[in-house]
Structures are given as structure tokens and as C-alpha cells.
């Protein structure tokens, strides 16, 4: 009798702690991903275009509201611009995951617009084509 009851303890102690070291883990997990905004600028052509100009701006009237926010930045050899939204969502705070961007592209007298939704933790891509 008295090694049933050891064995049963002992078990329960067993299931006990694998429980504790799961909440553990799963406290310490937390998303470090980074919020990138990747924006390809295409010519009319679909020929990807380096050294034009990207401006992304905040969009208030969204829902949910952005945040005011108009960064810029120069596509690169690869026709693309990549922003770090980190930055945004940092000053956003936690409750706020998403956010929404008008997009300006422009190289010499062409121009493109769009409209982007950018989340937390993830790598969003968009491309904007230049028409003649």
C-alpha cells in the first residue's frame, strides 16, 4: 500500500513540474521579429527601378487610426526600399499591431502611388509602378 501511494506522489510531482517548466517557456517566448516594409518601385515597363524616391505617411483616418508618421527613403540596386517599422510600432505601443501607409514613388517626372497595411513582426511587401 504504502508503494502505491509513493508511486502516485511521485507521478504527481512529475506531471507537477513538467507543467511549471512548460508556463515557464511559454512566458519567456516572445516575438523579436522585425517590422520591415519592403516597397519594390517598378517602371511602367516592370523593370525594377533603382534611385527613386519612396515616401511611406501615416494614415489617420484609418481603423484603426496610424499613428502620424512620413519616413523616405532611395531604392537601392535591387529596386527596392526597405523601412524599419520598428521604430513606428515602438512608439505606437502594444496595442497597437497595425498600421496603414499612403506610398510615394517617384523617380524624375514619374510617379506611383499605393496603399500598404503593415503589421508587427512581419515583413510586408508592396510595389509601386511608375507610369509614364
Partial sequence: MMIIVMKRTLAMLI?????????VILAGCKNDDPSVLKIFVR????????GAQVVIVGDPASNPPTNTYVDTLVTNASGYAEFNMDTYFNAAGEDNGT???DVIAKDNTKSGAGYVRCRVHLTTVETIFLMN
Avoid: D, K, R
Wanted: proline share 0%.
Fill in 15 to 23: 506531471f507537477s513540474g513538467s507543467i511549471l517548466g512548460s508556463m
Fill in 43 to 50: 517602371s511602367a515597363s516592370n523593370e525594377l527601378l533603382e
Fill in 99 to 101: 498600421g496603414y501607409f
